[in-house]
């Protein structure tokens, strides 16, 4: 096997996990700490995309436009908690999952009356447009580098608050026993606000680094959500540890088996079934490893309840 | 003596299922006053509709003169409760100093108040265990941490719910030892617990409830004095 291609395809699972990552970090946190499955999570990651774009198009500014749509979509977030997702909580799964799939729905209504039905283009910034040699022969997109760069400071930063600042402390009282946490005087709810707006900045912040790979595009959530609930189920409900470890193993499972899985089957079987069968498998490679995670740990790699 | 705490005919339950019937408890300002009662009586769910964790569905609840039953718990928390509950439901993805940390505060307004530095004094072993999880640690350790976690607050009532059960006796002893020291300091505690020869020595009066009514009160020395009321009450 290519040894450059083993590398550059590892690089792009390290990249996309550490995308994932900011997703599911949100997303772990809400479903842990208030047990609300959140579905508009992936809406944040596609609003914040669409800032992004807007705001990159009318300044030409990429990392202005990476601030605003984070700032932005915290914003969005913190107002869809206190005036309606705070009345889901102490509804049924199925009620939260009605409700906000309502919300999948009517952001990306609003975002096509917006914006229009066609996609947006997000270019990075021009400095960062071009490949860099990271190994004699191994040209890798200098953008890619500066997503893993990010994508690793964030994992840094969002480790320090949650183990090393009172708000993390709290954080985490509230994900394992909420009603304690309560008795002991937490303002869970404020913890929950607060928490949910770092978590929407997350989704921008997302959103922003990965338009210019793909398509800022209605419903560009919606797929990613289900692979951030993948993550979060493989790495524990509620923990960030878990979520940095699941999405490590979703991206880089995902990345790798879609390039080398074909590969191999071509050396094992005849062109044409290898062909057929080679994507398709790839693509539920990650749910092969969700239900090898749960058989061995029903309760994902790090549960945060004890 | 002004009155701290008074529960004037509280009703409440789950659900459907009525647990307390009329429940009237009272705890004066430096008071160690006990709720006693055989198991499944209603002691707990007492506690848990004081600290707002389970609905009350008729009745009073008044702290420092204010009501607050019904209210949130954070909100009552802050006012100066705090609860070492049964099964100690100590944070385990929390270390020891953090399960201390999380929630300090000096919410009684404590002249001299509890610090970390005053808690590990208190109880050494749990500077001994400060870097382990929450989850690394004995029973007696979890319960230490349980009461130190609560003392953090500086709260103006204390409360135990079964603060020595299944704990080793000689484990017991220190839990007794701490909660004498803090009666001796003034602190205002309830208690929920099955010894009553200890419970007599801690504390000045004494609640007794069965089927979620209050069916004897009174001082320790009444107590003492009808073994009567053990007998029928206590099953001891
Ligand atoms: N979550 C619950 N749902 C329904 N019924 C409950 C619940 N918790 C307790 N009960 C019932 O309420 C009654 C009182 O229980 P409670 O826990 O208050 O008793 P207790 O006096 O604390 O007993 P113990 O000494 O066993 O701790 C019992 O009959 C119990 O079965
Ligand atoms: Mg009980």
Redesign the pocket.
């Known amino acids: 096997m290519d040894p450059i291609l083993v590398l550059e395809q590892s690089l792009n699972g390290l990249q996309f996990g550490l995308m994932l990552f900011l997703l599911a970090a949100g997303l772990t946190l809400v479903f842990g700490i208030m047990d609300m499955i959140n579905l508009a999570h992936g809406s944040l990651y596609m609003i914040g995309a669409y800032l992004a774009a807007a705001v990159a198009m009318a300044t030409g500014s990429f990392w202005l436009a990476v601030a605003v749509a984070m700032g932005g979509t915290a914003v969005i977030g913190v107002v869809l908690e206190v005036t309606l997702l705070r009345r889901l909580y102490q509804r049924d799964h199925l009620h939260q999952v009605l409700a906000t799939f309502a919300l999948i729905l009517m952001s990306n209504e609003a975002v096509r009356m917006i914006w229009g039905p066609t996609a947006l283009a997000l270019d990075p910034p021009p400095s960062l447009a071009g490949p860099v040699e990271l190994l004699p022969g191994l040209y890798y997109p200098a953008f890619r580098l500066v997503i893993i760069g990010v994508g690793l400071l964030v994992a840094v930063l969002l480790y320090f608050l949650v183990s090393h600042t009172r708000l993390g402390m709290l954080v985490r009282a509230g994900a394992s026993n909420r009603e304690m946490a309560r008795a002991m005087g937490v303002r869970v709810s404020l913890v929950f606000t607060i928490v949910f707006a770092i978590g929407a900045a997350l989704c921008a912040l997302a959103g922003a680094m990965l338009g210019p790979l793909f398509a800022v595009q209605v419903g560009m959530g919606e797929s990613i959500l289900i692979l951030a609930f993948v993550v979060i189920v493989i790495g524990g409900i509620g923990s960030i540890r878990g979520a940095l470890v699941g999405a490590l193993l979703v991206g880089m499972v995902d990345t790798v088996g879609r390039t080398f899985l074909p590969m191999w089957l071509r050396a094992v079987l005849p062109p044409t079934v290898a062909s057929n069968l080679g994507p398709a498998l790839a693509s539920v490679l990650i749910y092969v490893l969700m239900a090898g995670v749960l058989f061995w740990r029903p309760q994902g790699l790090f549960p945060a309840r004890g | 003596m002004g009155a701290l705490l008074e529960i004037g005919q509280l009703t409440a339950g789950?659900?459907a299922?009525q647990?307390l019937f009329g429940i009237d408890l009272a705890v004066g300002e430096r008071e160690v006053t006990t709720l006693l009662?055989?198991?499944?009586?209603?002691?707990?769910?007492?506690i848990?509709t004081l600290m707002g964790l389970a609905r009350a569905t008729g009745g009073t609840i008044r702290f420092r003169g204010e009501r607050i039953d019904n209210l949130a718990p954070e909100r009552i928390a802050r006012m100066g409760l705090a609860v070492v509950p049964?099964g100690r439901q100590i944070f385990p993805n929390l270390s020891v100093e953090e399960n201390l940390r999380a929630f300090a505060g000096n919410r009684c307004a404590a002249a001299d108040p509890w610090t970390l530095d005053r808690v590990y004094a208190f109880l050494p072993r749990l500077q001994e265990r400060r870097r382990n999880m929450g989850n690394q640690l004995s029973g007696g350790e979890q319960q230490m941490l349980a009461i130190g976690r609560a003392l953090m607050t500086n709260p103006h009532l204390l409360i135990l719910?079964?603060a020595t059960e299944g704990l080793a006796p000689l484990v017991r002893e220190d839990i007794w030892q701490c909660l004498h020291t803090l009666a001796a300091q003034g602190q205002a505690i309830l208690v929920?617990d099955?010894y009553v020869t200890r419970l007599i020595a801690l504390a000045h009066r004494h609640t007794i409830i069965e089927r979620?009514r209050v069916v004897w009160s009174g001082t320790s020395a009444a107590l003492d004095a009808d073994h009567g009321v053990w007998h029928r009450y206590l099953g001891v």
């Open positions: 789950y659900g299922t647990v009662g055989r198991n499944g009586m209603g002691k707990t769910t007492t848990r049964e719910d079964e929920i099955k979620g």
